[in-house]
């Protein structure tokens, strides 16, 4: 079993910055590539970012795209969520999941293909 926890969400203001963080355990890091997705309130949930297991492959929602920065650390087995000029409309809840690949680049944009999620972390933008 994959254990997959978030941590760094909090209320920020229009403008500013957070950087969230998605601690795995259980199994080898190395194995999953790694995305975020979010829930605004009302809404489904949507793919905001992905990077492939070496970390060298991302891809991004084009609603962040150049203000969101996907990374990890595969010696902390740690999943970071960049997040700079951050708008109202940012405002949800963020999840992290992994999905088990072979391949060290491949990722996905598609929720069902990750099999291990985390409970979520709130972040608030305030306009």
């Known amino acids: 079993q994959v254990q997959l926890v978030e941590s760094g969400g909090g209320l920020v203001q229009a403008g500013g910055s957070l950087r969230l963080s998605c601690a795995v355990s259980?199994?080898?890091?190395?194995?999953?590539?790694m995305g975020w997705f979010r829930q605004a309130p009302g809404k489904e949930r949507e793919f905001v970012a992905a990077?492939?297991?070496?970390?060298?492959?991302?891809n991004y929602a084009d609603s962040v795209k150049g203000r969101f920065t996907i990374s990890r650390d595969n010696a902390k087995s740690t999943a970071y969520l960049q997040m700079n000029s951050l708008k109202a409309e940012d405002t949800a809840v963020y999840y992290c999941?992994?999905?088990?690949?072979?391949?060290?680049?491949?990722?996905?944009?598609?929720?069902?293909?990750?099999?291990?999620w985390g409970q979520g972390t709130q972040v608030t933008v305030s306009s």
């Open positions: 990077i492939g297991r070496s970390g060298s492959s991302t």
């Open positions: 259980g199994r080898a890091f190395t194995n999953y590539a």
């Open positions: 999941a992994a999905n088990r690949v072979v391949g060290t680049s491949y990722y996905s944009r598609r929720e069902g293909d990750y099999d291990y």
